[in-house]
């Protein structure tokens, strides 16, 4: 039986929600698209400069869920960067 996923605390919005490699009509492009929790993640540890311990605290989950949603979302960015894909950031609620 699967665990039932924990709610995540959501504090910070993106400045956008889509972003796209520039000259390239978005019809004709590839879409990755980040989850919240990942946008999250990343706005914590790499732009609120937080350790993954104190990251992982104020989105009330644990740090080995912590670092695998942030390695998720190196991954998708790192795919768009590389594929030239567009990234969306998916829907953002107050809470998961």
């Known amino acids: 039986m699967v665990r ?6 959501l504090r910070g919005q993106p400045g956008a929600y889509y972003f ?20 999250e993640a990343l706005r914590l540890h790499d732009y609120c400069n937080l350790n993954q311990i104190d990251a992982s605290g104020q989105m009330e989950i644990s740090q080995p869920t912590f670092a695998r949603t942030l ?20 829907s953002f609620d107050a809470e998961l």
Not at 74 to 90: C, P
């Open 20 to 39: 796209k490699p520039q000259g390239i009509p978005l019809r004709n492009l590839e879409e990755v698209v980040l989850e919240a929790d990942e946008f």
């Open 71 to 90: 390695d998720r979302a190196y991954k998708k960015i790192a795919k768009a960067l590389v594929d030239g894909s567009a990234i969306k950031i998916s």
């Open 4 to 9: 039932p996923i924990r709610k995540r605390f």
